[in-house]
């Protein structure tokens, strides 16, 4: 099994910054693609940005030149730098790592995170 664990959300101005991380833990050789998605009430969850193994990126047109994702592979872990915060972007925002490949070779398709609060408000 395996468990993302994210952390840095909260209180943000407009305009202000903000940096999200994600842990991933459990039985695991290697992850495919690591990413983070948001969801608000009524709106289907989106991506934001991901990131493959091989460094290769994804962002979605609404954050792009504002965010910036990474990722360190020997750590299992992806982090979301959000600068130039928009009230848009409050959501929730979930961990997500895709093709997890287990110590055994396993192959899992998706895990997600709890998710964290990102508020934007004066």
């Known amino acids: 099994q395996v468990q993302l664990v994210e952390s840095g959300g909260g209180l943000v101005q407009p305009g202000g910054s903000l940096r999200l991380s994600c842990v991933a833990s459990?039985?695991?050789?290697?992850?495919?693609?690591m990413g983070w998605y948001r969801q608000v009430p009524g709106r289907q969850r989106e991506l934001v940005a991901r990131?493959?193994?091989?460094?290769?990126?994804n962002y979605a047109d609404s954050v792009k030149g504002r965010f910036t994702i990474s990722r360190d592979n020997a750590k299992n872990t992806v982090d979301l730098q959000m600068s130039t915060v928009k009230p848009e972007d409050a959501a929730v925002y979930y961990c997500?790592?895709?093709?997890?490949?287990?110590?055994?070779?396993?192959?899992?398709?998706?895990?997600w995170g709890q998710g964290t609060q990102v508020t934007v408000s004066s």
């Open positions: 997500n790592a895709a093709g997890v490949v287990s110590k055994t070779l396993v192959v899992s398709s998706d895990f």
């Open positions: 459990g039985n695991i050789f290697s992850i495919g693609t």
């Open positions: 990131m493959s193994r091989s460094g290769t990126t």
